[in-house]
């Protein structure tokens, strides 16, 4: 993707952006940018440790008898006119002798429509049981509740549907619920909020950016990874904020399966008519026998990927009105011969920037964070794909994994360029690790660069940087210029197109009342001025 002189920007964009900012409500645009770099001092009245909700919680509790469902969901399907509708029946079983539940022995069904009281349509899907198996002496083994996974198809955009899930023969039938369908794709149709959210875990701090996320009516939820963080508990539910520090002589990283249970059942009051779109994260990988991994996450949540040609939970695509979003997976290959990257690749061709103008990421490790915790992890991941994604003219980035707030100005390759996308980290959703706080640009602070690669993600690409202020070192001696503002503090974020070239990004405070922003900006999009590469 080349950069156009400046004269040929669209006389269109800046009459969109004027038309939107004539009551002169003084937020700046990334058209103001490159902005001096800004670091928020800790507040050290900020409760940064936070405490997980113990299962005796009224909020984490089995309220449901027998097969009833329970820990429902909604997910998007690829296009507006398909949602996905999860659910779990029966319990789980931990211990040393589980004897897991037939799938086959309750049926997966929808029933659904436009009015509360006539749910004329009914789908039916598909269900499964899965286990978490260690093979050491001591540690309680976990098999899940029935989870079914129903397909709803047809659907009209930005319609509300009201529907019941279970099983109608026995009957075990759940509460009747509702959600809303997207907008069909279109450079004037976008959802009216998305609230971006990551590392969130299941913690009173948890507890309160869910309910700061409520009170902004979100349409729709970008999960950045990270859930519950259940490997950060032994098998006999005996939890630390550092496992490893705790655990060191473990046989294998356990996890505690049941805290999968509390989340989702302290989720569902949102997530059963909110659709929530995951990714996944470290703490998801959860080892277990015969070398399995992100078996509770790859079952739990529905994915399109199939209707997004994608043959994997780690990566899949979907729209939301006039946005393509791509959810990438960090945790798998991402190497230029690998399939996840030819899927990208795929995909990225067969966007239409007239029909969904907007193209956005999400990833979980963030490659533009400047906080010691996880510096320039995902090198390897952003020397393999960046080029492709900025060729292809990505807006914006999400991350987690950084306990913080960051948002870059507009960057490619370490260097300032406005036709690169923004890169905003919300790994500060609450979960019970620490705070990020240190920065790698404060003295003493850099780490050393053979520490820095994920130990599974593999691979060693993070060298001295080459050009620029920071030349011959590892890490910059200040706030590097494309981190535009950085925080450490607990929040989550709402995204809102205006219209095809303007979007409203603002982070909330837990802190915070609810209606403060804590940091806040237009980004704007200049189509003339960054052309998209199509061929390469």
Not at 138 to 159: A, F
Not at 182 to 207: E, H, Q
Not at 459 to 484: I, L, V
Not at 494 to 522: C, P, S
């Amino acid at each position: 993707m080349g950069v156009a002189p400046v004269s040929a920007i669209s006389l269109a964009v800046l009459a969109a952006f004027s038309f939107l900012c004539v009551d002169g409500d003084g937020i700046p645009t990334t058209l103001d940018g490159p902005f001096k770099p800004l670091t928020v001092p800790l507040d050290t009245s900020f409760r940064g440790n936070a405490v997980d909700l113990p299962h005796t919680d009224p909020r984490l509790q089995r309220t449901v008898q027998g097969f009833e469902p329970e820990q429902i969901s909604v997910t998007l399907s690829a296009t507006y006119d398909s949602v996905w509708i999860s659910w779990v029946t029966g319990e789980f079983q931990i211990g040393d002798n589980i004897k897991p539940l037939d799938p086959k022995s309750v049926a997966s069904q929808v029933f659904y429509g436009k009015k509360k009281h006539r749910l004329v349509h009914m789908s039916n899907g598909h269900s499964l049981v899965y286990n978490q198996l260690y093979p050491f002496e001591g540690l309680q083994n976990y098999t899940s509740g029935i989870i079914h996974h129903v397909r709803l198809t047809g659907l009209k955009p930005e319609t509300v549907y009201y529907y019941q899930c279970g099983d109608a023969s026995i009957p075990a039938l759940s509460d009747i619920h509702h959600f809303k369908t997207m907008a069909a794709s279109g450079p004037r149709s976008y959802p009216n909020r998305i609230a971006v959210v990551g590392d969130l875990g299941l913690t009173y701090n948890t507890t309160s950016t869910i309910s700061h996320l409520m009170s902004n009516d979100p349409d729709l939820i970008v999960f950045v990874g990270d859930v519950c963080y259940a490997n950060m508990y032994l098998t006999n539910g005996t939890g630390s904020d550092c496992y490893s520090c705790s655990f060191s002589q473990t046989p294998i990283h356990e996890t505690y399966q049941p805290r999968w249970d509390y989340w989702g059942r302290f989720m569902q009051p949102l997530i059963s008519k909110i659709p929530i779109m995951v990714v996944e994260g470290n703490h998801e990988i959860e080892e277990q026998a015969e070398n399995q991994t992100f078996v509770a996450y790859s079952s739990r949540f529905a994915f399109p990927s199939k209707e997004s040609g994608s043959s994997s939970t780690f990566y899949y695509s979907f729209n939301a009105g006039g946005i393509h979003f791509i959810m990438l997976g960090a945790y798998i290959s991402y190497d230029k011969s690998g399939e996840q990257y030819k899927w990208l690749e795929r995909d990225l061709k067969k966007v239409d920037r007239k029909v969904t103008p907007w193209l956005v990421a999400t990833w979980h490790p963030p490659w533009y964070s400047t906080y010691k915790a996880h510096y320039r992890e995902a090198e390897c991941m952003r020397v393999a794909m960046e080029d492709l994604l900025y060729n292809y003219g990505v807006d914006i980035v999400f991350s987690g994994h950084v306990h913080a707030y960051e948002r870059s100005n507009r960057v490619y390759n370490y260097t300032l360029d406005p036709c690169g996308p923004v890169h905003i980290t919300v790994g500060d959703g609450g979960n019970r690790e620490k705070m990020a706080i240190p920065h790698a640009d404060e003295p003493g602070q850099c780490p050393e660069p053979s520490t820095t690669p994920d130990k599974y993600m593999g691979g060693f690409c993070a060298f001295n940087f080459t050009s620029g202020p920071a030349a011959g070192r590892f890490c910059w001696d200040r706030q590097p210029d494309y981190s535009a503002y950085r925080e450490t503090s607990f929040g989550h974020g709402i995204l809102e197109m205006k219209n095809e070239t303007v979007a409203l990004w603002t982070w909330h405070r837990n802190q915070d009342f609810y209606n403060l922003a804590g940091d806040q900006i237009y980004i704007v999009r200049q189509p003339d001025r960054c052309p998209v590469e199509t061929k390469f």
